[in-house]
């Protein structure tokens, strides 16, 4: 298939193009190079709306991620998951917990899942994340939930790629200084205490609340919603907050800024990415180099000044 | 101070030539290069045991280390923490919790702990911490504890630093399925469910035990340990986990595989974040090139090759 009829396939809402285009753009290939430039004006046309949606296993970000996608199918827009596990040596590639948990969106053509692989090359997530949604948003996608896993570099990339991110925390899974300590307070758009039906909802609500307090939020202050994601307890008031957190990014010139940010850190990763895969093939040599730092007879700082000469022409 | 003589301080054991030193590394710059070249011979002459304790928030990762530290101590083994929780906002820097919970330590001049950051730049984690290491084996310290918060792309980067990666577990912080999604089972090579004196400490044992029963092990099969980490109980057995994993490292030339990846990791990532630096320091073009790719103008592949075009001379 050539490039242009690729980009109509997918305009004309294709499922397989899709799937194989963003397998194209994950390997960063010169065939994805080709692709990104074709669909570069669609996708400055047109763009979705990236929320980010983060916490701890086992806080129910996969059953808060559906009751989403049906609040968002019932008002006419297609939505793309973007769910991104550390894949899994036992599996060869991620679980399928949470897409049993789709299941009910599984035969809906306005619905599209995706399983992203964190682990692996440096900023690989970063780097490839903003063209996955270039392609989603040259296929038509009007929002794009992206489910993390776990809490650590792969939240602030997550923070970094959404428009809005909602930070999902669950009574008794910790408290308030441990979700402070775990990063995630500074990254939260919106909070949400998910199971809000078990006991120390409340408690935990409180104890989030009185940390932002502690904070100083220019322009946005971070509400905090309690929401039971298996009984659809709690979506409106989710959706209530990424609605006003969305308008309020769009009057205070925030999501401007937030999209530089945004291209800008795409920019730096493939970069970063770009120089890394370059090393790599030169294995003799960063083994060699490899063996001498680890003999004592050079330093890290000289071993990439000898790769970088090597890698210069 | 000339290198040499902070080198002697190094080497005396001065705490606040440390502190300086692991800044130092941690700017990446000129200094920081002229001090680990003059470290690098005592680097390879004294490796200090790293072990990496990881685990999602609240299951006790604090308390264990705190169990180790004065387990190796009395061993008459000189320790190190290197704590790497994401700042907060709040605080300006890490939290404070951690370091009370170690204030046992806090007078002994045989243990020494520093809070590490890991948000910022891209590798940022990765390309610091060998260096911080480097310089922790040339203060000759003899066991490193590097604990993080979270599951997620920063553990990943400690199974890559550590000799032995300590998994933690607490009973109800999700099941074996929850551990698996989070990518946690592939970087363990030690599972210990903490605050095993709670409900369902041995059905979550069981569980990871059966998920390990599950995957291919050549060599080396993760144990799973009970610990009740406030109370010292079950560290005797964690402590024998780490050293049977120690001596099949050595045995089975595993050691020295991981020391070599390590340092190739440690190539990598400072040349990711020295060439991710460089394209910093060229702030105007950035911001250009990001404009030009969110008006649909250019490509983010076509931006990095202009971006690169004006990095090499």
Known sequence: MTTVDQVAALRSGDVRTLARSISIVETQSAQARKLLAAIAPLVADHSPQVI???????????????????????????VAVLAVDPSSPFSGGALLGDRIRMQQHANDPGVYIRSMASRGHLGGLAATTPQVIAVLAAAGFDVVLIETVGVGQSEVEVAATADTTIVL??????????????????????FAVNKADRDGAQTTAREV???IALGTWPGWRPP???TVGNRDDGIDDLLAGIQAHRAWLSQSGEEQQRRLRRVREEILALLASRTVQAAQQREADLNALAQ??????LDAYAAVDELS?????
């Open 292 to 297: 001498r730092v680890l003999s004592g007879g």
């Open 224 to 226: 905090v919603v309690l």
């Open 52 to 78: 980010g949606i983060t916490g701890s296993p086992g806080v129910g970000k996969s059953t808060i991620t559906a009751a989403l996608v049906s609040a968002y199918r019932k008002e006419g827009k297609r």
């Open 309 to 313: 000469a090597r890698l210069t022409p």
């Open 169 to 190: 925390l669950a009574p008794g899974m910790g408290d308030g200084i441990q979700a402070a300590k775990a990063g995630i307070l500074e990254i939260g758009d919106i």
């Open 209 to 211: 609340q009185q940390m």
